[in-house]
């Protein structure tokens, strides 16, 4: 029973997470010559996002899924 309840829980947050790859809630850095640095967007609820760093040519080095539910996937940028 509890492998049902959690295959359930897996399929929905998954179908939920697919479903909400709009990230209209970010937060940029940049580096001190202006161009981008890193950017951390999530989605409405604030449940599902995106990590990106970015190196000074505007190419991307890093990126990682996010979320704040079922359990936390987290980026921490230093600099």
């Known amino acids: ?3 049902a309840i959690h295959i359930f829980l897996l399929l929905f947050f998954s179908r939920y997470a697919f479903a909400q790859k709009e990230y209209s809630d970010c937060k940029q850095t940049y580096f ?3 161009e981008l ?3 951390k967007c999530f989605d409405t609820n ?10 000074k040519t505007g190419s991307i080095i890093y990126e990682k899924e996010l979320r704040t539910i079922g ?6 940028f230093t600099f």
């Open 37 to 39: 640095s890193s950017k």
């Open 46 to 55: 604030k449940r599902f996002g995106k990590a990106t760093a970015y190196n």
């Open 32 to 34: 001190t010559t202006g």
């Open 1 to 3: 029973m509890k492998s």
């Open 71 to 76: 359990g936390h996937a987290s980026v921490e």
